[in-house]
Structure formats: structure tokens, C-alpha cells
């Protein structure tokens, strides 16, 4: 097939089976309903793949409180901080920030931000995303939610594995119209 594509198999006692859901593999084990946690949608070559990423913000007990990222950039991490610090008003300052994507993946899209933003909110606020909710967009410095590439392949996609509410920047424009 193309190079831009992503293929995932497992292996049944017939052999190789397509995996047609691949985000399923990488939620296994996932505790629902968790403040903290968010579910996102990035893109693997032209393929739409569901990962969870995790926040746990804490208080600080040093000056410089950590900002401490795995599977995103701790750079990408700063920014986020910074904006939901100025746009949401969360006070950051003084606590550390641990963000972690599940199942070992390393993500460089832009459109996870929405996911990550989403994570550390839910996390401060100590209240659960909604069930069945999935999210992707860019975060821009001003505080709006930006779109990235295939955003209407990935609601579609959303929609056909059972998502029912859509965080992107088709339904909310800036992070102040999202409350949880």
C-alpha cells in the first residue's frame, strides 16, 4: 500500500486480521470516567487513531513548578500551560503539570493540543470529561481552537465508533466556550 499509511494486525488462529480499531488496542485497560483523563484523535499517516492522554496536576512544593511531559513535547506542554493559565484563568503557577499519552506513543500532531488542554483541565477541576467524548484541534496563543488537517474524516470516524460528544473546532471556537 502506500507509505503514508498505517497497517495493524493481529495475529488470530486464521492467521493476520486487519484491525479495524486500532484506538481500541491502545484504550485497553483504560479507566473510564476519570477526571484527568481525555480521549483525542490524531492522525497515523491518512488513518484517524483514537489515544487517551492523562494529566495529573498537583501542588508545588519548589519554586519552579515541573511541567514534566511523555509522549508530547515538553515545549508543546509549556505553551499549553500558558494558555489555559491565560484564557481559563487555572491557576498553574503554582503546581506541577505530569502529562503522559498511554500505550507509548509519541505524538507530534498539533491537533492533540484540544486533548491535552482537555486532560490538565479536567484534571484541576477534579471532574470527568463526558462519556463517550472525544476531542482534536490546535490551540492557538489567543485562545482559540484552531483546525488542523482531515478534521471531517476524524468527526466522521468519531461518530462511526460511537462518540457522541465532539470537542473540535467545529462545534467550539475558543477554550472559554468549553466548560466541564
Not at 487517551?52 to 519552579?64: F, R, Y
Not at 513535547?73 to 491557576?91: E, V
Amino acid at each position: 500500500g502506500p507509505t503514508d499509511e498505517t497497517g495493524i494486525f493481529t495475529m488470530g488462529n486464521g492467521g493476520l486480521e486487519e484491525v479495524t480499531d486500532p484506538g481500541k488496542i491502545l484504550l485497553e485497560g483504560r479507566l473510564e470516567n476519570s477526571p484527568g483523563s481525555a480521549l483525542t484523535m490524531i492522525m497515523e499517516g491518512t488513518r484517524p487513531l483514537t489515544v487517551e492522554i492523562q494529566a495529573l496536576i498537583v501542588p508545588s512544593t519548589i519554586p519552579v513548578p515541573r511541567r514534566i511531559a511523555k509522549g508530547i513535547s515538553g515545549n508543546r506542554l509549556q505553551l499549553i500551560c500558558a494558555i489555559l493559565t491565560k484564557h481559563l484563568h487555572l491557576p498553574l503557577g503554582e503546581k506541577d503539570v505530569f502529562v503522559n499519552v498511554t500505550g507509548g506513543m509519541d505524538i507530534k500532531d498539533p491537533g492533540a493540543d484540544l486533548g491535552v488542554a482537555l486532560a490538565i483541565l479536567s484534571s484541576v477541576k477534579n471532574k470527568a470529561l463526558p462519556k463517550k467524548s472525544i476531542c482534536f484541534g490546535e490551540l492557538g496563543l489567543l485562545g482559540e481552537i484552531r483546525n488542523i488537517a482531515f478534521t471531517e474524516k476524524m468527526a466522521k470516524e468519531a461518530k462511526k465508533f460511537g462518540y457522541t460528544s465532539l470537542y473540535s473546532p467545529s462545534t467550539y471556537h475558543t477554550l472559554k466556550s468549553i466548560t466541564l
